[in-house]
């Protein structure tokens, strides 16, 4: 089975800084995807960015980059130019190929400061 | 775009009775969908797995007569919380993964149950 670990429950960040939001995971499995999300107050579960264990280059999206490090196992979460509108958990997931479910880690609440 | 709803959005109910949550996809076909759970300031735990035809595949520790799942449709996955008490209260959240996709699963809003 696969985890997940975040280990940081909260960050703050002054707005129009970037940010970097830790994930590592756990498996033995080769075959994977690791997802950002973000949860505002409302609960909707926004998908920000996908990386699979087999892409060679980091994934990006706009202002979030994917920070891949497979022999460390961490998948960190980049978010530049912070704004005030990213104040949100943000959960870090993951998902094996023969095994479709997704697990999440315990996720990073973000304060964006003015 | 991938829409996936939830309905209803709130649902507040006696001690004893049945709440059945809906999840659509709106414009796609979903084989699997998935229901997670999370309570306050927690994360989202995987609850069952719900293929289409076929019976749910249910976390360990998660009660298949308590949580009822019925995938009737490729666009329609239902949970049943049975003779719901007040330690059921929490925010149900369901998930559809395309037929086309092995990997991304679109969430839909959410559902807060809350039982007096």
């Known amino acids: 089975a696969q985890k997940i670990t975040q280990t940081q429950p909260g960050m703050f960040v002054q707005e129009k800084e970037a940010v970097t939001l830790d994930c590592t995971y756990d498996t033995s499995d080769p075959s994977y995807g690791l997802f950002w999300y973000k949860q505002p107050s409302s609960g909707e579960m926004i998908f920000l960015i996908y990386q699979g264990s087999y892409d060679q280059q980091n994934a990006t999206e706009g202002r979030y980059s994917l920070n891949f490090q497979k022999a460390r196992k961490s998948a960190n979460l980049v978010i530049s130019a912070s704004q005030l509108g990213d104040s949100a958990m943000y959960f870090c997931?993951?998902?094996?190929?023969?095994?479709?479910?997704?697990?999440f880690g315990a996720g990073t609440r973000l304060t964006v400061k003015p | 775009g991938a829409v996936v709803s939830q309905h209803p959005s709130w649902v507040i109910c006696k001690s004893g009775t049945s709440v059945k949550i809906e999840c659509r996809s709106l414009d796609f076909q979903a084989t699997t969908m998935f229901w997670y759970r999370q309570f306050p300031k927690q994360s989202l735990m995987l609850m069952a797995t719900s293929n289409e035809g076929s019976k749910a595949t249910y976390e360990q520790g998660v009660e298949k007569d308590k949580f009822l799942i019925n995938h009737a449709s490729l666009t329609l996955s239902t949970l049943t919380v049975t003779s719901a008490h007040p330690e059921d209260s929490s925010f149900y959240i369901c998930?559809?993964?395309?037929?086309?996709?092995?990997?991304?699963?679109?969430f839909g809003p959410g559902t807060r149950l809350l039982v007096l």
């Open positions: 998930s559809a993964r395309r037929q086309t996709s092995m990997w991304t699963q679109y």
């Open positions: 997931a993951m998902s094996l190929y023969n095994n479709n479910d997704m697990r």
